[in-house]
Antibody
Framework: QVQLVESGGGVVQPGRSLRLSCEASGFNFNRYAMHWVRQAPGKGLEWVAVIWYDGSNKYYGDSVKGRFTISRDNSKNTVYLQMTSLRAEDTAQYYC????????????WGQGTPVTVSS | QSVLTQPPSVSGAPGQRVTISCTGSSSNLEAGSDVHWYQQIPGRAPKLLIYSNDNRASGVPARFSGSKSVSSASLAITGLQAEDEADYYCQSYDSGLNGLVVFGGGTKLTVL
């Protein structure tokens, strides 16, 4: 079955960097675009970034553009989110999700990894 | 302020029918972008319920249904059950300056 397992979250000081990983299994990873979505405590879902199945295209939400970088290693079935210049408002649960068959929905989600930005 | 607008909360008694609306704009729903719906039980990851406006995801009971008009979409839940108490989010694609993927602010469903 499809599994997405995030890791790399933790507590980090403002201005520092962190890299999240999402390891996929149970499907042909190199055929699917992958997203990162986050959720601040007590808040709604916020889209962060997407990367095409082959890494050829990447798009970002306005609040992270220029600070976060999405990448993937299809040989390791893993998608990454490199986060730099972290701010308090980046504190959230970070989920990776697979694009669904419609091309627009997110049909499988990981359990998430928490990121706390605090001094 | 979310790009897609949902009511903050709805409620209903067991067995009743409730609907959750999702209103968009010219850069998303009115432009023809599909709407997808997710259910999130507190403390858990979101789960896809409805994709491409009116298609139930695998394993989703027939009590859940979706529809879309030009500028809005709706999620309907019939035969409400206690286990349906959760947060519900709509999602679409946006061709404007709002970011490629946009979510509604979420609706908290309370089963009375």
């Amino acid at each position: 079955q499809v599994q997405l397992v995030e890791s790399g979250g933790g507590v980090v000081q403002p201005g520092r960097s962190l890299r999240l990983s999402c390891e996929a299994s149970g499907f042909n990873f190199n055929r699917y675009a992958m997203h990162w979505v986050r959720q601040a405590p007590g808040k709604g879902l916020e889209w962060v970034a997407v990367i095409w199945y082959d890494g050829s295209n990447k798009y970002y939400g306005d609040s992270v553009k220029g600070r976060f970088t999405i990448s993937r290693d299809n040989s390791k079935n893993t998608v990454y989110l490199q986060m730099t210049s972290l701010r308090a408002e980046d504190t959230a649960q970070y989920y990776c999700a697979r694009v669904g068959t419609s091309g627009g929905d997110l049909d499988h989600w990981g359990q998430g990894t928490p990121v706390t930005v605090s001094s | 302020q979310s790009v897609l607008t949902q009511p903050p909360s709805v409620s209903g008694a067991p067995g009743q029918r409730v609907t959750i609306s999702c209103t968009g704009s010219s850069s998303n729903l009115e432009a023809g972008s599909d709407v997808h719906w997710y259910q999130q039980i507190p403390g858990r990851a979101p789960k896809l319920l409805i994709y491409s406006n009116d298609n139930r995801a695998s394993g989703v009971p027939a009590r859940f249904s979706g529809s879309k008009s030009v500028s809005s979409a709706s999620l309907a839940i019939t035969g409400l059950q206690a286990e349906d108490e959760a947060d519900y989010y709509c999602q679409s694609y946006d061709s404007g300056l709002n970011g490629l993927v946009v979510f509604g602010g979420g609706t908290k469903l309370t089963v009375l």
